[in-house]
């Protein structure tokens, strides 16, 4: 006995000290990974043993063992119970049993659909437009409450009209394409790259329709008490539990839906530390040991209640075709060529270019660039988000991104993505720059927004491009945070460097900024070896670098030999594409 406890001691102390190790110890054959997972609740009952052993009137050690290993296996089962009882009556007082209609259910009225789950606050997206398309329905209001936080609770209101064509728009919902996911008998005819065009033909299907003949408005939310039907969509997860719901009830209360699925885990009946691994996550990390538990488990796992309620009801299905796409692009090209074009007319534009997702192709491009460089279509900074990526934006944008730049009403933070694909382009893409290209180099606002692009200055040569950069140098010392020159400097040292000797006359200011104390070009050791860099670039011998006095010389033979590293790397990646 004695023995048994002294190993199994160890090994639980290694167990709860370092569970990494059980999970290492499955991989060396299993067994190791086995034996560390029981030692703890092992070496429990071996203590309860042991104590409960010199306690008993028994003569026999053998005897005596044998009882009080019983005695403590009875213990472990009865120090469970209240615990387990209480969590099994938690899970039954959740259960309700399912209501499934006989028919499809015809909404009327107002419904009022509550998510108290919802993170994202009310709005109107595919499961709203189910409803809100419905020809008996006057409004839908959705509702984002949670009763135990009930001062993140939020209501909002929506109704579908009838509107002139140049009327002011109307709310657009979120997605309305995700329909097609969310009912079966839409997402099973259409598979494979089916299935994305078919998102995109209800998406299309409803800005005409919004930027035509119809509009969502907003109106006043409808409560509880007043609502003609209510849809309640339950859904939580944590560690232990699972929970989905679906309920439909009209006004007089009258459960015509109800579907749910429920998971729980509950203390197991009897004593053990369980061993717990989350394999969708590092399972190093997670990896731990805590109370035994057993799963409780009623309705179906697959449950979605989206979908359930979708096929409960009767709502006019989208047409899916693809015809729409086509109609939506022919519609925004006659709207950008209007300069009559209302405000909903233009919003035509804006839906056209959220149909892409990195997917457009070169036909496409002209008439994306035409929008984009249009003045009276606004608010782009979404729309614009999925159309290409840093790496592959086609030169056919280069001039419409400088457009929206200098607009008025584009964020700093759209200038700064725009920036950044416009210094993605290959070099020598602005070697003859507009003059809007140049307001953008030569305005300071507009400059420090757009921090990548001052990059592209070089393509332009070092005659046109020296003094605009040497007058940058001297607006960034200007700037009073690191933070908002930082990506200005960037530019401006990408801009030496792809300059090179041709950019030797910058070489002594570059170092005095370099040499300041605090210096404004840079604000850690890596800064400091990128400007070293760029100083060698620009014909600087790498033995006359600037160094801080602070700085051994066994550290600046060390800057030395990783700064020669570099320029090897950036001559040899120059070279690389005229071999090929």
Not at 36 to 62: E, G, K, N, W
Request: net charge positive; charged share 20%; hydrophobic share 40%.
């Amino acid at each position: 006995m004695k023995h048994a406890l002294v190993l199994f001691g160890i090994l639980a102390a290694i167990a709860l000290a370092a569970p990494s190790l059980v999970v290492l110890g499955y991989f060396l054959l299993i067994v190791p990974g086995l034996i560390l997972t029981i030692a703890p609740t092992v070496f429990v009952y071996l203590v309860a043993t042991a104590i409960i052993r010199r306690t008993l009137p028994i003569d026999s050690s053998v005897a005596a063992t044998v009882v009080a290993f019983l005695i403590a296996v009875l213990g472990g089962c009865l120090v469970m119970q209240p615990f387990r009882m209480r969590a099994i009556a938690n899970y039954q007082a959740a259960q309700q049993s399912d209501v499934i209609p006989d028919q499809q259910i015809q909404l009327t009225g107002n419904v009022r659909i509550e998510m108290p789950s919802r993170k994202l606050g009310p709005a109107c997206d595919a499961l709203c437009l189910a409803a809100l398309d419905s020809p008996r329905v006057d409004s839908v209001t959705i509702a984002c409450i949670d009763p135990q936080r009930s001062s993140s609770n939020q209501e909002a209101g929506f109704q579908l009209v009838d509107a002139n064509p140049d009327s002011r728009p109307g709310i657009f919902p979120n997605d309305p394409g995700q329909i097609v996911r969310h009912y079966p008998p839409l997402a099973k005819a259409q598979v494979g790259k089916k299935f994305t065009s078919a998102t995109k033909a209800v998406e299309a299907e409803w800005a005409l329709r919004l930027c035509g003949p119809q509009r969502i408005r907003s109106v006043v939310p409808v409560d509880a008490d007043s609502a003609d039907w209510t849809l309640r969509i339950e859904s939580r997860r944590d560690r232990d539990s699972r929970f989905r719901r679906v309920t439909l009830t009209d006004s007089d209360g009258v459960v015509h839906l109800r579907l749910s699925y429920q998971r729980q885990s509950v203390p197991a009946s009897i004593f053990y530390l369980g061993f717990r691994c989350n394999f969708s996550t590092s399972m190093l990390s997670s990896a731990s040991f805590g109370l035994g538990r057993q799963s409780l488990q009623s309705g179906d796992p697959t449950l979605d209640p989206e979908t359930s309620w979708l096929e409960s009801i009767e709502f006019p299905l989208p047409t899916c075709d693809l015809n729409n796409i086509a109609k939506l692009r022919d519609q925004a090209r006659l709207v950008i060529n209007d300069p009559s074009a209302s405000e909903a007319q233009l919003e035509l534009t804006r839906r056209y270019l959220g149909l892409f997702f990195f997917d457009s192709k070169e036909p496409d491009h002209g008439l994306i660039a035409q929008i984009v460089a249009d003045k009276r279509v606004t608010d782009l900074d979404q729309p614009l988000q999925n159309l290409f990526s840093k790496q592959k934006t086609p030169a056919a944008m280069r001039d419409a991104f400088a457009e929206r730049i200098v607009m008025t009403h584009t964020s700093p933070k759209l200038r700064h993505w725009l920036a950044e694909r416009l210094a993605a382009m290959p070099e020598g893409t602005f070697a003859n720059p507009t003059a809007t290209h140049w307001k953008i180099w030569n305005t300071p606002e507009l400059r420090q927004q757009t921090g990548p692009f001052v990059s592209r200055i070089a393509d332009t040569g070092p005659q046109q491009a020296l003094p605009v950069l040497l007058s940058m140098l001297e607006d960034v010392t200007k700037i009073p945070h690191w933070r908002d020159r930082r990506a200005m400097v960037h530019g401006i040292r990408e801009a030496f460097v792809q300059l090179g000797p041709q950019a030797n006359t910058a070489v002594q200011p570059v170092t005095k900024l370099f040499l300041q104390r605090p210096s404004p070009i840079l604000s850690n050791s890596g800064d400091a070896n990128d400007w070293r860099f760029t100083l060698t670039r620009m014909g600087v011998p790498i033995e006359d670098l600037p160094m801080f006095p602070s700085q051994s010389q066994s550290t600046i033979d060390r800057i030395h030999r990783n700064v020669a590293d570099k320029v090897r790397r950036y001559e040899k990646a120059q070279l690389a594409p005229d071999e090929a």
